[in-house]
């Protein structure tokens, strides 16, 4: 049972452009959203992450918004770069700190110059 | 700080033969999880220790087995090696929260 759901599996923007990634999760209790950028040969490097008490967090360029009621969350990218392409993987954990992460299936993105 | 760092970072094996991989979390960090990516299956946790603990066990055979030692290094063990156990695994260390950071991972192919 894939407890959060990522789409789009690819996704190309311009540079400039925004880029959206999407997630949703089933499990009321994960109260830790995490996203993780991936290069090729690289392990996944935390980028930004969010708390269910707020709706939006912002870091940069790259923005998270939840939705608790829906139990979605997004990541956008904002004045995409083709440095920014990678693999994005969303992630939840569960309450009272435990360590384990359920990962989304990643999104594949490339910016074009 | 030195990030996470994951010994060795490939590793070629045949089918039924044990593999040990090490792990060295970032300083001061006494949590360590495993996690094994696949293309087909993603990232999939595998194990957190805690203190030499494990806390935490994911859904895998008991084939993949781990420990931490007192300086908080962790080594994952599988033995008995299939085909299906080629993949990335990749090792994360966290203070005692959330906030996981990864390794390099090691590359393991099963010939």
């Known amino acids: 049972q894939q407890q959060v759901k990522q789409s789009p599996q690819s996704l190309i923007v311009q540079k400039g452009g925004i880029s959206i990634i999407n997630c949703a999760y089933e499990?009321?209790?994960?109260?830790?959203f995490p996203w993780y950028q991936q290069f090729p040969g690289k392990g996944p490097a935390l980028l930004i992450a969010i708390r269910p008490d707020v709706s939006e967090k912002k870091e940069g360029r790259f923005t998270i918004s939840f939705n608790k009621s829906a139990k979605q969350f997004s990541l956008h990218i904002m004045d995409s770069q083709p440095g920014d392409s990678a693999t994005y993987f969303c992630?939840?954990?569960?309450?009272?700190?435990?360590?384990?992460?359920?990962f989304g299936k990643g999104t594949k993105l490339t910016v074009n110059p | 700080k030195a990030g996470v760092t994951q010994t060795p970072r490939y590793l070629i094996k045949t089918r039924g033969q044990q593999v040990t991989l090490s792990c060295s979390p970032i300083s001061g960090h006494r949590s360590v999880s495993w996690y094994q990516q696949t293309p087909g299956q993603g990232l999939q946790f595998l194990f957190e220790?805690?203190?030499?603990?494990?806390?935490n066990k994911g859904n895998f055979p008991g084939r993949f087995s781990g420990r931490q030692f007192s300086n908080s290094r962790s080594e994952m063990n599988v033995s008995t090696l299939e085909l299906g156990d080629s993949a990335l695994y990749l090792c994360?260390?966290?203070?005692?929260?959330?906030?996981?950071?990864f390794g390099p991972g090691t590359r393991l192919t099963v010939l």
């Open positions: 499990n009321t209790a994960f109260d830790y």
């Open positions: 992630a939840a954990s569960l309450q009272g700190g435990s360590e384990k992460l359920v």
């Open positions: 994360a260390s966290s203070p005692t929260g959330d906030t996981q950071y």
């Open positions: 220790y805690f203190s030499e603990t494990q806390r």
